[in-house]
């Protein structure tokens, strides 16, 4: 099985080695330049609520590096099995279902790469930033949610994306129909959210995209 | 000693257009089994369903003794296979794709496979995607012997390929069957190429299989008799009757399955006289069962 894993892991990371590299600058560059401006010796140390607020506009970057992370990362694992409509995969000698775990344990594995970048990067701008009294810094908190949000979000999309063009379309197709019930519920003035309900189910605690909602701070009260 | 493939009344169906029915074929352990069949006749997909890429409706495949699907994992570590259309991701080197393969076969060759990256001269470094259509079909090939399987599954393996290349496949398989005692089952539609490598043969049309047996019944069995003085009735022969036409007025060409030289007494005593009798090669056999069979069955 450790042998079957690196194989896969290698060809995993051959297809994939552009995004990992560039995700990984990305999520070392993001948690340093958001603390940019909170130790400049010609300037002195930002004050709080400046700090807070490029902080915060800064954090924004996290869920969307994790979801473009997540997606781009499912769709590698996937292509070159779809462009051989899978025969090579359905022909090996193991349970599909093995094969499916050996895919996306390689695509997690190089999505460490990212994932520890923030860590370090984090890490990395605490130590160095003068950070003003009353704030924390929270490196290994942020480094947990992103890590979270990376997974879920190539969670989401391994699944969508191991699909056929006919799982896509039925997934394209139930929201069709929703966004056709809400529209027709409106036009009949029915008091119908369906958004609003899956929303407040998708991603609002603990629902399953709740991770990539509310403020991500580096540093806070 | 088991059959190497096994399928009992075998029904699978593919929307309204295409249906495989009762389909029941055995493959014996060690032979070279060539499945003939025009294009559209159902080879791919009753390989589809031996290797389990394909379920079923009903019915069973037996494959190296055991169920598939069910067992589909334990079988396919003991099979190999090239499909008709290249399978392999195009960004992958060659030397890549056999570390990758060979990742996966306890049984893997990594001497052969060397061995057969020289023969087949293979460039290492080669980009799959980047190979020529012949080098591309004999990697897979590569791939399918250096597994070291007790059963090789190969879909129009030399389809559209040049002679050279063709015999150096050819070759590589009759070596590996003569080294192993393997089964091979190879589709074609190129009569020629199986003529020469196959001690067994079925032929399929329509979803259906029309004929099996050994190579050697099927060519020596299949003859044009050229006849006279034929009554137009002559009721149940000991032969399988494939076409029968009139020639030159007087005279009946017929062309008849599983002849034996003893049958001439059931001619003589129809009170016909035998002028002829021609031996059809595998191709003229094949075109002619195709035509028989297609006389029998009512097409849509």
């Known amino acids: 099985m450790t042998q079957m894993f690196r194989a896969v892991l290698y060809t995993q990371w051959k297809w994939s080695r552009l995004i990992v590299v560039l995700g990984t600058i990305a999520a070392f560059a993001i948690p340093l330049l958001s603390l940019q401006g909170a130790a400049r010796a010609d300037r002195g140390a930002l004050q709080a609520q400046d700090l807070l607020r490029s902080v915060q506009s800064w954090g924004s970057l996290y869920p969307l590096l994790a979801t473009a992370l997540g997606l781009l990362m499912a769709i590698t694992a996937w292509a070159p099995d779809h462009r051989g409509r899978h025969i090579h995969a359905l022909t090996l000698p193991l349970p599909r279902w093995q094969y499916v775990l050996l895919r996306f344990g390689a695509g997690f594995v190089l999505l460490a790469a990212p994932i520890a970048a923030v860590s370090l990067g984090a890490l990395l701008a605490s130590l160095t930033a003068t950070i003003p009294p009353g704030l924390q810094t929270y490196p290994i908190a942020l480094a947990v949610r992103f890590a979270l949000a990376v997974f879920v979000a190539y969670a989401v999309f391994f699944a969508v994306s191991a699909g056929t063009a006919r799982t896509a379309g039925i997934i394209l197709g139930v929201i069709a129909t929703i966004i056709l019930v809400q529209v027709v519920a409106g036009i009949a003035n029915i008091d119908l959210n369906i958004f609003g309900a899956a929303q407040t189910v998708l991603a609002i605690g603990p629902g399953p995209l709740a991770v990539f909602t509310g403020r991500w701070m580096l540093v806070d009260v | ?300």
């Open chain 2, 1 to 300: 000693m088991t059959d190497a493939i096994h399928i009992e009344r075998l029904h699978y169906r593919v929307g309204k257009a295409f249906e495989i029915k009762n389909l029941d074929l055995r493959v014996p352990t060690g032979s070279i089994y060539g499945f003939l069949g025009p294009n559209g006749s159902g080879k791919t997909t009753t390989i589809r369903l031996i290797l389990g890429l394909l379920r079923p409706l009903s019915g069973r495949i037996t494959v190296l003794g055991d169920p598939m699907p069910e067992q589909h994992a334990r079988i396919l570590g003991r099979v190999g296979y090239v499909p008709e259309q290249p399978h392999l991701d195009a960004t992958l080197t060659v030397r890549e794709l056999i570390d990758f393969q060979a990742a996966f076969y306890p049984s893997w060759d990594r001497a052969q496979a060397e061995d057969l990256v020289d023969r087949f001269e293979l460039d290492g470094d080669q980009l799959f995607g980047r190979l020529s259509k012949g080098q591309k079909a004999k990697l897979m090939i590569l791939l399918a012997l250096a597994q070291r399987g007790d059963l090789l599954v190969l879909d129009e393996p030399t389809d559209g390929l040049d002679p050279v290349v063709r015999r150096d496949i050819l070759s590589a398989l009759v070596t590996y069957v003569s080294e192993r005692g393997a089964t091979i089952f190879i589709s074609s539609h190129l009569v020629h190429e199986l003529e020469r490598v196959c001690d067994w043969v079925a032929v399929m049309d329509d979803g259906r299989l029309i004929t099996a047996s050994p190579m050697e019944k099927l060519k020596h069995g299949t003859k044009r008799l050229v006849l006279s003085g034929v009554p137009r009735e002559i009721g149940d022969p000991p032969f399988r009757m494939l076409s029968r036409e009139s020639s030159n007025g007087a005279g009946e060409s017929w062309v008849v399955g599983g002849w034996e030289p003893g049958m001439t007494a059931y001619i003589e005593s129809l009170g016909a006289s035998v002028r002829d009798v021609i031996d059809l090669d595998l191709e003229d056999g094949f075109v002619e069962l195709l035509r028989s069979f297609r006389g029998r069955t009512p097409h849509p």
